[in-house]
């Protein structure tokens, strides 16, 4: 029955050279078992590279260019971090517009480790319980979130972690949003 939750429904993740491999991997993973289709996007065509913390990982084949594609085809986002992929994503405009506009249309958003920052510059955490890798308490807490140290937050569809340690909580509360859809609370 788990294994249907997301049947019908398809998912973008939103990620960029420097991205923390496992935060996009086990999310990856955990929302194509609960019957999603996934889709990589990206700023560029061809192949994005996985880190490892500090270390190089895999490279990993994109499915559309953030040029290509429109929230409205999708019903949920994930943001994975990584320190160097979502401080690229956040200088594209496109990539943000993209981000602002799941929010637009009140659809459930997922961000981990350092992937709010992109949440930040699309500016849509003001008012809004998150919590992120510690570095980014401060640009949070400036942005207008009310920022937690906790496992896992989700505050009207928008569902955020710390660390790849908290990755089986974001990855079920992740599935969980999806399913539910649409979200009054998820506003700009």
């Given at each position: 029955?788990?294994?249907?939750k997301?049947?019908?429904k398809?998912?973008?993740?939103?990620?960029t050279?420097?991205?923390?491999?496992?935060?996009?991997?086990?999310?990856?993973?955990?929302?194509?078992?609960a019957?999603?289709?996934?889709h990589?996007?990206s700023?560029?065509?061809?192949k994005i590279?996985?880190?490892?913390?500090?270390?190089?990982?895999d490279?990993?084949?994109?499915?559309?260019?953030i040029d290509?594609?429109?929230a409205e085809?999708?019903?949920?986002l994930v943001?994975?971090?990584?320190?160097?992929?979502?401080?690229?994503?956040?200088?594209n405009?496109?990539?943000?517009?993209?981000?602002?506009?799941?929010?637009?249309?009140?659809?459930?958003?997922?961000?981990?480790?350092h992937?709010?920052?992109?949440?930040?510059?699309?500016?849509?955490?003001e008012?809004r319980?998150?919590?992120s890798?510690?570095?980014?308490?401060?640009d949070?807490?400036?942005?207008?979130?009310?920022?937690?140290?906790?496992?896992c937050v989700?505050d009207?569809?928008?569902?955020?972690?710390?660390?790849?340690?908290d990755?089986?909580a974001?990855?079920?509360k992740a599935?969980?949003?999806?399913?539910?859809?649409?979200?009054?609370?998820?506003?700009?």
């Open positions: 029955m788990a294994k249907q997301l049947q019908g398809t998912i973008a993740f939103l990620a050279d420097g991205f923390e491999q496992v935060e996009l991997t086990k999310p990856w993973d955990a929302i194509k078992e019957g999603a289709e996934v990589l996007i700023l560029k065509s061809g590279q996985g880190v490892h913390h500090d270390e190089k990982g490279q990993f084949s994109v499915d559309k260019t290509e594609v429109s085809n999708y019903e949920g943001l994975p971090g990584g320190v160097f992929n979502p401080d690229a994503l956040r200088m405009e496109t990539a943000v517009d993209f981000v602002r506009d799941f929010f637009k249309q009140g659809k459930p958003v997922a961000a981990i480790c992937g709010p920052w992109t949440l930040i510059e699309a500016d849509v955490v008012g319980r998150v919590t890798w510690p570095s980014l308490k401060t949070l807490k400036n942005a207008g979130a009310e920022w937690v140290d906790e496992e989700c009207q569809g928008l569902v955020t972690s710390r660390n790849p340690d990755l089986p974001f990855c079920k599935i969980e949003e999806f399913a539910e859809g649409k979200h009054a609370g998820q506003t700009v």
